[in-house]
C-alpha cells in the first residue's frame, strides 16, 4: 500500500502495490448459527456477496469496491491521501448516516491493533460503512476475531481481509521482554504473549527482533486466517485475499508483507 496506487474512484485504475494454521472442525455448523443468529444483519450485504462486481451503496455516488483488487487500489489510495496529508473523511454527509441505519457495504475487513496511532479509518482515509475493523493487541486471533472476520467475509460478502501490524507494538516489545525474562504477565495479557511467542525472531537482537517479530506475527497470523477452509475456499475461486501489510508510524505509510 504505496504511492503507486490509484483509486478506483480516480482518474484510472494502476497495478496495485500487492503481489499477491489452523483448521478447525464444525465450521459449517459455526456459520450455521452465526447465519441464524444474525438474519436481520445478514441481509445488508446480499447485493455486494451476491456478484462480487462492484456495486453502489446507497447514499453515495462512487461505485463499490467488489473484488480484491478493486479493494486493495482504494485502501493504497486512501494510505497515500493520508501520509500526504489530503485526506477526505469521505462518507459522514447525514445522507450517508441516514442510508447506514439501515444497512451497510464495507468492502474490506481490516484486523489491526489496538494501539490509538492506527486506527484503520484514519490511515487508509475511509468513512462511515466503508471498513470493517477487529482490533486485539498485537492483532492477536481467537475465537471471537475469527468469528468476526469470518462473518464479514461470509455473509457480508467482503472481498478482502488485511491484517494490519505496526511499527513499535508494544504487544509484541511485551512478548519478546517476556520470553527473554521469564516473566509471567498479569491477567490476561499471557495470553497475548504466548500467541505471539511462535513468531519471536531469534535471529535479531535488541529492537530490531522486535521489528522482525512484528512482521513475522503479521505473515502468522494472516496464514491461520488463509487455513479456516471457509476462508480458503473463497481465496481458491478469487472472490477473497487475505494480505498482511505493516503501517510505519515514522511515515504513515502501509506497506504489504509478502
Known amino acids: 500500500m504505496n504511492s503507486h496506487a490509484t483509486s478506483h474512484r480516480g482518474t484510472g485504475p494502476e497495478p496495485h502495490p ?3 494454521a489452523r483448521p478447525t472442525p464444525g465450521g459449517t455448523a459455526r456459520r450455521t448459527l452465526l447465519r441464524t443468529a444474525l438474519t436481520g444483519a445478514a441481509a445488508l450485504g446480499a447485493g455486494l456477496g451476491a456478484t462480487g462486481a462492484a456495486t453502489a451503496a446507497p447514499g ?5 469496491p467488489g473484488t ?19 485526506e477526505r473523511h469521505p462518507h459522514e454527509n447525514p445522507a450517508v448516516r441516514r442510508t447506514l441505519a439501515t444497512s451497510q457495504h464495507p468492502f474490506a475487513v481490516v484486523l489491526g491493533c489496538i ?15 466503508d471498513l470493517m475493523t477487529v482490533r486485539t493487541a498485537g492483532e492477536v486471533l481467537d475465537e471471537a476475531v475469527l468469528g468476526s472476520v469470518a462473518y464479514g467475509v461470509l455473509e457480508l460478502g467482503i472481498p ?33 504473549v504466548d500467541q505471539i511467542r511462535p513468531a519471536i ?27 479456516e ?18 503501517y510505519e508510524l515514522t511515515t504513515q505509510a502501509v506497506n504489504r508483507l509478502a
Request: overall charge positive.
Open 115 to 129: 494501539d490509538s496511532r492506527v486506527p484503520p479509518e484514519l490511515v487508509f482515509d475511509q468513512g462511515l460503512g
Open 68 to 86: 480484491p483488487d478493486e479493494a486493495l487500489r482504494e485502501l493504497a489510495a486512501g494510505n497515500r491521501r493520508w501520509r500526504t496529508y489530503r
Open 160 to 192: 478482502l481481509v488485511v491484517v494490519l501490524g505496526h511499527q513499535s507494538c508494544g504487544a509484541v516489545r511485551a512478548a519478546v521482554a517476556a520470553e527473554q525474562s521469564g516473566e509471567h504477565l498479569p491477567a490476561h495479557m499471557q495470553y497475548l
Open 18 to 20: 500487492f503481489a499477491g
Open 60 to 64: 453515495t455516488v462512487e461505485p463499490r
Open 229 to 246: 477452509p471457509e476462508l480458503a475456499a473463497r481465496i481458491a475461486t478469487g472472490k477473497l485475499a487475505i494480505v498482511g501489510a505493516r
Open 201 to 227: 525472531d531469534h535471529g535479531q537482537g535488541a529492537d530490531a527482533r522486535i521489528d522482525a517479530t512484528v512482521s513475522a506475527h503479521v505473515r502468522l497470523v494472516r496464514s491461520r486466517l488463509a487455513a
